[in-house]
């Protein structure tokens, strides 16, 4: 030992490793960085999966004939999807005495938004437009194209109104059955 170096006293309770278990260690480590990369991979995957825009092939169905009578039907499923969305978002409020009024919402969204897609491919609205009613197919593209567009911006004010606010509707909510019980007993 050099006269420059200071010896480090060994604590007692540190004890060098055992050179024979140094595979046992490097196989657990290694099982360890499988695991959390692993998780990590299975995390990436789910969250593009959802956040993926699915696009279904539109089938050539040889028996559709577009005709005004269909496309008048399909203008009226259109229209009264607007509607239902727009009472659905309007009324949402009503709905918050449950017990969890965002996952209703959201279940509903996503019904409604597979009933917007199941209009979209019976309508061909994502197919080439041609014919006499290419014009209007192509309106009514755009019309549910606007109609998915709102029903995003109402799903975004749905979820901040209910972080920020959620509690407050159910505070309002369960102050107005407690009246509702008060009333009845005093009747």
């Not at 309770?13 to 050179?19: C, G, L, Q, S």
């Not at 089938?59 to 039907?73: I, S, V």
Request: hydrophobic share 45%.
């Amino acid at each position: 030992m050099d006269a420059g170096e200071a010896r480090v006293p060994e604590s007692p309770a540190v004890k060098a490793r055992d050179p024979r278990l140094r595979p046992y260690r490097a196989a657990l480590w290694a099982v360890y960085f499988v695991i959390v990369v692993g998780g990590v991979g299975l995390v990436t995957i789910s969250v593009a999966r959802n956040l993926r825009v699915t696009n279904r092939p539109v089938r050539a169905d040889p028996c559709f004939l577009p005709t005004k009578a269909a496309l008048r039907l399909c203008l009226g499923d259109l229209e009264g999807l607007y509607r239902e969305g727009n009472e659905r978002a309007w009324a949402l409020g009503t709905g918050m005495e449950t017990a969890d009024p965002l996952g209703s919402w959201q279940t509903w969204a996503r019904a409604w938004e597979a009933r917007v897609e199941d209009l979209g491919e019976r309508c061909r609205l994502d197919g080439p437009a041609t014919g006499p009613e290419a014009v209007a197919r192509s309106e009514l593209a755009a019309g549910r194209d606007a109609l998915l567009a709102l029903h995003r911006a109402y799903a975004t004010q749905v979820a901040r109104f209910a972080q920020e606010h959620g509690d407050l509707a159910r505070g309002a909510a369960e102050a107005l059955a407690h009246a509702r019980e008060a009333v009845g007993r005093a009747q």
